[in-house]
């Protein structure tokens, strides 16, 4: 045979095959010559651009996603027709190439897909439509424009059955939040537990009130969480949804998910920045008509009674603003504080060691903005830089946020510094590791007090007589007395309030590092294990400088407060995944935490000093007072659940967890709960008509306990101020109780989730009733046991309530215009079931009016005292008078009314139209009472605006006066103005400074462009300008308070009271951010 070498040494066929695979690649080499390439970027109706959108050739598998950009490059072939967008959460859309190779997209939210995924206890995420409980997100978008300060309040009327309470201390004061009404008989314990990237972080508030000094508010814990770090927010609300966070979940859960660097490619910068400018949202209304005195009559002499009517500090005085040709001014002149003096003086420079001379009359006028002068406007300015970067391997983000406050009283700041890093890497296939540390640096060089007390300037206002020049008393000090002896207008009673600000100040610098660290291994395919390791820690010292001539502390006074927290958890699951058949899957988890607590609080005060303005300890004129608490505390938990799914439609959920505290006794410090839920989507087993895209419904029962705080078992002894420099200790006066249950928490709650309209509209329901038993109280005892109160369990608490969403795409084009309507509802009732057979009333707080729990009567009932009234007949409800006029009181107990709305509702409107979006947040809540002391206080001071009325004239009371028969007739008796509004709104009468708490707030506004193409060269990205506001109007029954400005007392607001307190703010600004 004629074979050639090659053919001799090469295998059989082997040519045969070479020529083949040769053809192969030149045909391959011609498609690849007929391929095109397409490029484009995707974004949102917004402008903002859209990472990891799927960009896929329809009919093939060829396709790619897009980068951080929202850039995408893609070879296709030249036969390629038509190319579909999708991406989670919006409408997926075709464009057809048709020669095009550049495309830009915009993609629509699509209603139906939003939040299908949440984020769940221990930081499991899930699909909304397998959960068997109510659960609602908020993005952390919504938070960075129109801002807050503190966080919490940034939740109110987006989030149905939660409600937020602002404090009323300026920029980073207390925010109250409660979820599905107050389970709790104890003030302050109805808190939900905040959880960051899976570790539970203190909300708590620390009281600063004794040795005379007043309520000072530094904040609540939740407020440290920064807003441009945030992600997103999910509110857990029922047990169901809380139960494996055991205890301290009984009130509702807010998980919050930071950001991380995973998506971005090479290094991206994003900057954001706010500036917002607050001023006053609502104060009092006074009088203009008459000044400072009584009986019409006022001349100062030296603020002490030298005068006429000088120490007295109500407005019963002279007529102001009469007209006298007689004097040089053309006005009536009167003797003043500040009316010039012989000697060059003011009429206040009254010292003793002052030569002041003759003081000379000056004009007796009004000045109705006296005291709105003295509120400064206030500025908050936010700058957040942050630099995040990622690979297949390995991300981090690093962010820094700078906030600084001037608040609307003078003298009064917050500054915040929080540094914010999040890395993870990926070590092998198996094992990857992550971290996350929040640090924040919060000071302020003063805090202003709160409720009634001469060091709170709200307080002053309703004794501050309307003929006083605001600006007369800036200059606060007595000449050549600096230091030493203020300048006022009544030294009787008051401080200067710039002297307040200024001078007696509260500072504090506070250090917190919370974080984790997390280790995840797939195990085997099925087999997953979480390792984690958390803290939350701070220290803080807080500074109180109080100076001479004070009026409670005449030779000055200085304290420090210096607090430490410490809580480190550990925490251990292993989730078992596994598809049991094509109709079931399992997921399975069994875990453990170890909770570790410890609390420090010590404090000296120098409460009489030697030296003034020399604030230290060796100043100290006395022995210094020092007060002294730690306590410690450790909870070890085991706890599992299952999720059971049938074809992705129908779920069961069971959970269980185990704790056992060191707060409980041993026989009781190991408690069980457990949880089941179902859910099912209807939907997908029956046959709807179209208009219906989406029905499910669900249920669930759950279980859960709770602990107490440490130390309640047996007796200890408190250390007391030392006698004599001998150091004293006493027996504590409560009776401990060493056979302490823990609490139990019952809860059921049904629910249904539909869809219409291809998702355009959706309804989302719940009813949920929970029952709250074996609280652990405080109850008073007889004073002759020894003991003035004891530990005990009693009582059981029923709240039940309804909640609705409504979320509805009104408009969404293709043009780019898209409208968006969420409503949120929520009416919830609490219940006193039952106390103990002894106890049948529990008093939750008292502040003249008392919150008191009686058994078969409503949480949050407000009691107190009033006039008496006519029970029957023709003249029923009309108040009774005496034979002088005066209507009679009644000195026993009735209820006022509930400090509960009645329910409450939140409108959400979204507009977008190409870069432009428009959006704005109404809070309305009816129903509820507050009882307001500034009311009833400038009442009888003959401040408020109602007091001017009938001052010449008298007054006759309405209502009836009884005759020697027992009958009635209309009261016909008129007495003096003054007399009539003293005895009306006087102490003891609570009943008439009763409010309606209803209001609608418009609580947030925001218009803002976003610029969809980069700007300078593409050096900078998705340019955002927006106008931004926060509770810019206000619409309420009465015109002198916020109703959401209520008291803070014991280092907790305290709801259904208003107590001299400072207004909220009204903020408008702007916001600007870009990416680089």
């Known amino acids: 045979m004629n074979d050639s070498l090659l053919q001799k040494m090469l295998p059989a066929n082997f040519l045969r095959k070479f020529w083949l695979l040769m053809m192969l690649q030149l045909v391959a080499l011609a498609a690849i010559a007929q391929e095109q390439t397409l490029t484009g970027k995707v974004a949102d109706e917004t402008g903002e651009v859209l990472p990891g959108v799927s960009v896929l050739v329809k009919g093939t598998t060829i396709g790619t996603v897009t980068d951080i950009e929202g850039e995408f490059k893609l070879n296709v072939p030249e036969t390629a027709e038509t190319i579909l967008f999708s991406y989670v959460g919006f409408q997926s859309i075709e464009r057809q190439i048709r020669g095009q190779t550049n495309f830009g997209i915009t993609l629509i939210e699509d209603s139906k897909q939003l939040d299908e995924i949440v984020v769940t206890a221990l930081g499991v995420e899930r699909e909304t439509k397998a959960l068997g409980y109510s659960v609602q997100e908020v993005q952390g978008a919504e938070l960075t424009q129109a801002r807050e300060a503190n966080v919490v309040n940034s939740l109110a009327g987006r989030v149905a059955g939660v409600q937020v309470t602002g404090g009323n201390s300026g920029v980073g004061s207390t925010s109250m939040i409660t979820i599905r009404g107050e389970s709790s008989l ?99 209304q006074y009088q203009n008509s008459y000044g400072q005195g009584a009986g019409g009559e006022f001349e100062f002499g030296d603020g002490f009674g030298g005068g006429v009517n000088d120490n007295i500090d109500e407005s019963w005085g002279p007529k102001l603003d009469v007209r006298d040709p007689s004097t040089p001014s053309g006005w009536i002149e009167i003797k003043q504080h500040d009316s010039p003096t012989a000697n060059g003086f003011r009429g206040g420079d009254s010292h003793p060691s002052i030569d002041r001379g003759a003081i000379t ?147 504090f610098d506070r250090d917190r590092l919370f974080g984790n660290l997390r280790l995840d291994f797939d195990l085997t395919k099925d087999l997953k294990l979480l390792m984690r390791a958390g803290t939350d820690f701070y220290n803080e010292l807080r500074v109180g400088k109080r100076a001479f001539s004070t009026q409670r502390f005449a030779r000055g006074q200085y304290r420090e407060d210096k607090i430490f927290f410490e809580e480190r958890n550990y925490d251990f699951l292993f989730t078992y995944n596994k598809e049991l058949s094509t109709n079931w899957n399992l997921t399975a988890s069994f875990g453990g935490n170890r909770r570790e607590n410890l609390n420090k609080y010590n404090r000296i005060s120098a409460n009489e000093l030697n030296v003034p303005n020399v604030y230290n300890f060796e100043n100290s004129r006395i022995p210094l007072a020092k007060t002294q608490f730690n306590s410690e505390k450790r909870v070890n938990s085991l706890y599992g659940f299952a999720n059971l799914a049938y074809k992705n439609m129908v779920f069961l ?45 669900r249920a669930g029962w759950a279980q859960v306990g709770n602990d107490t705080d440490p130390y309640q078992l047996v007796g200890g002894y408190n250390f007391l101020e030392p006698f004599g420099g001998v150091p004293r200790v006493s027996e504590s006066s409560t009776l401990k109780n060493n056979k302490l249950k823990p609490e139990e928490a019952s809860s059921i709650e049904l629910g249904t989730d539909i869809r219409f309209f291809n998702g355009r509209l959706g309804i989302d329901f719940t009813y949920y009733k929970s029952n709250t038993k074996n609280q652990i109280l405080q109850v008073p005892l007889d004073i002759t046991s020894g003991y003035n109160a004891g530990v005990i369990n009693a009582g059981e608490i029923e709240n039940q309530g309804i909640e609705a969403m409504l979320n509805v795409a009104a408009i969404q084009s293709n043009s780019g215009l898209n409208w968006n309507i969420g409503v949120n509802y929520t009416r919830n ?7 103990t057979d002894e106890l049948k009333t529990y008093q939750i707080s008292s502040n003249y009016v008392q919150v008191l729990a009686k058994v078969g009567e409503r949480m949050g009932d407000v009691y107190g005292t009033g006039f008496q009234t006519v029970q029957e007949g023709e003249f029923e409800g009309q108040v009774i008078h005496d034979e002088n006029g005066f209507a009679k009181r009644d000195n026993t107990l009735k209820n006022l009314g509930n400090y509960n709305p009645d329910f409450m509702l939140g409108l959400n409107n979204s507009f977008k139209y190409k870069g432009f979006n428009f959006d704005f947040l109404f809070d309305y809540r009816h129903g509820g009472v507050v009882n307001s002391r500034t009311v009833l206080i400038g009442g009888t001071s003959g401040m408020m605006d109602f007091t001017a009325v009938g001052r010449e004239e008298g007054i006759i009371s309405e209502g009836v006066i009884q005759n020697e028969d027992g009958s009635f007739k209309q009261n016909d008796v008129r007495i003096s103005g003054r007399d009539y509004y003293w005895w009306r709104y006087n102490r003891g009468n609570e009943e008439v400074g009763m409010y309606d708490a209803t209001f609608l707030k418009l609580r947030e506004v925001k218009f803002g462009y976003t610029f969809r193409t980069p700007i300078l060269g593409g050096v900078i990205n998705n340019l955002s300008l927006a106008i931004v506001g926060r509770n810019l109007a206000l619409w309420t029954e009465n015109p002198h308070f916020d109703p959401e400005t209520l008291s803070f007392n014991g280092g907790t607001i305290v709801p259904g009271v208003e107590d001299m307190a400072t207004p909220s703010s009204r903020s408008i600004g702007f916001n600007l951010s870009f990416k680089l």
Request: net charge negative; proline share 6%.
């Open 361 to 507: 009359p000056t004009p007796w006028i009004s000045h109705p903005d006296n005291i709105e002068d003295f509120f400064e406007t206030g500025v908050t300015t936010t700058n957040n830089v942050a630099l995040s970067s990622s690979n297949d391997q390995a991300s981090f983000r690093l962010s820094y946020t700078d906030l600084r406050n001037t608040g609307i009283l003078p003298n009064t700041d917050l500054n915040r510094n929080t540094l914010a890093f999040s890395t993870e890497y990926k070590l092998t296939d198996w094992f990857k590791a992550s971290a996350s540390i929040n640090y924040v640096d919060s000071r302020s060089n003063n805090r202003p007090n709160n409720s009634y007390g001469t060091e709170n300037p709200m307080y002053l206002w309703v004794w501050f007589g309307r003929q006083i020049d605001m600006n007369s008393l800036e200059n606060y000090w007595q000449p050549g007395l600096e230091g030493v002896q203020q300048y006022n207008y009544n030294y009787n009673w008051h401080d200067n309030p710039y002297f307040t600000m200024h001078e007696n100040t509260n500072a």
């Open 829 to 835: 009732r609490g219940k006193v079931l039952s106390l």
């Open 186 to 284: 104890i003030p302050g314990n109805n808190s939900p537990l905040f959880v960051v990237d899976g570790i539970p972080i203190s909300n708590n508030t620390t009281s600063n009130s004794s040795e005379g000094n007043m309520e000072t508010d530094y904040g609540n814990g939740a407020a440290d969480i920064n807003p441009d770090d945030i992600e997103s927010i999910s509110v857990l609300k029922g047990a169901n949804a809380t139960a494996l966070y055991g205890s301290r979940g009984a009130n509702g859960v807010i998980i919050i998910q930071t950001k991380t660097g995973k998506g971005q490619k090479g290094i991206g910068v994003s900057v954001n920045s706010n500036v917002t400018f607050e001023n006053p949202l609502r104060i009092p």
């Open 653 to 697: 959920d069971i959970t269980g967890r185990n704790d056992w505290s060191s707060s409980l006794p041993n026989g009781q410090w190991s408690y069980f709960y457990p949880s089941v839920s179902l859910s099912g989507v209807v939907s997908d087993m029956v046959t709807f008509p179209d208009f219906i895209s989406f029905f499910k419904l």
